[in-house]
């Protein structure tokens, strides 16, 4: 008894009754399937001079295939740049080498900078009259929550109101005023003070600012930085750009913003994420500018110094109101008609929210 595939399709006894009945020609494959059928008989044990009779297998011819289309050969992967930087190893007695593997960056055209003297952009004088209209008719988070507010609180010491403007500051990295308003106020329950933050464990600092971005960063950088000012400082802060960037966690940013909301001291433009957008937007920098550090030294170039501290407050309470980073309500803009990107995004058409006030919040 023959055993049939339990498949219909490579049943060798089904496929010779389909052709036996459709009087079709044994194709390739049914002539090797026959093939594989026959099977040789037992041979017997025979001597040295005699040989084996086996039967013959029939030859099948197959006819070769054309040849496949060559393939382009591909081009050689660079191999990663290796960096061998060591000291010196005449003063160690250490062989040991660390190895930095770079990989090659992409190259880009660099952009070529011609900056021509008395360059300004066009009609900027009259928007910043609207700006400035529209910053009075309609109030922004920034103007009660913002991170210059603690310097005007006259029930702390100086020293101890510096250190809370820093804090802000760190703290208003990529987080909403709201937020950052709500978690000082739960700092300065807790005690803000450099030696307060000492003392208090990362994770009970990161309960109390749990709700800012990056929290655990923050508070690690936060204790860091009040160890560096009881340290270096006597429990105040730098009072120059180079020694506030030297603290944990602070950049360029928050460094201009701290002297002159701390020190009263303007050193430059502070461009966050509004100011950097903005003012690409209307066209304030000569070309698009990639990163907030580039568009203040461009803005520095031609802005005038007097209005180096107000441009910050002005584009940001701006930002956050009318111009916002998407669908703008350029239908409410006065520069809607002098704007070079009206058109260009989308428009919000519902009407402005109401602002959350201070006195509204619960702690």
Partial sequence: MVCESKSPYFSPKK???????????ATLLQKAIQAREVTPEPVASTS???KASVPSVPQIKIEPLDDPPEKKPRAPRRKPIKVESSPDRRQGDDPQVDVVVHKSPRKRTPIKEEWVEGWEPVNWRPMLENIRRMRLE????????????????VTVPPKTRRFHTLVSLMLSSQTKDQANFECMQRLRKHGLTPEQMVATDVETLEKLIHPVSFYKNKAKFIRQTSALLLSTYDGDIPDTIEGLM???????KMAHLCMGAAWNIVTGIGVDTHVHRISNWLGWVPRETRTPEETRLLLERWLPFELWEEVNHLLV??????????YPRCNECGNAEICPARGKHGIRRTPIKKEIKQEELEF
């Avoid at 030297?246 to 360029?252: I, R, S």
Wanted: proline share 6%.
């Fill in 15 to 25: 496929t010779r009754n389909f052709v036996k009945q459709s009087g079709l020609k």
């Fill in 138 to 153: 309609r109030p922004a988070p920034v103007d009660s929550m913002g991170c210059d507010q603690f310097r005007d609180d």
């Fill in 246 to 252: 030297k603290l944990p966690g602070v950049g360029a």
């Fill in 48 to 50: 040295v001079n005699e």
């Fill in 317 to 326: 309470g701006f930002g956050q109101t009318i111009c916002t980073s998407t």
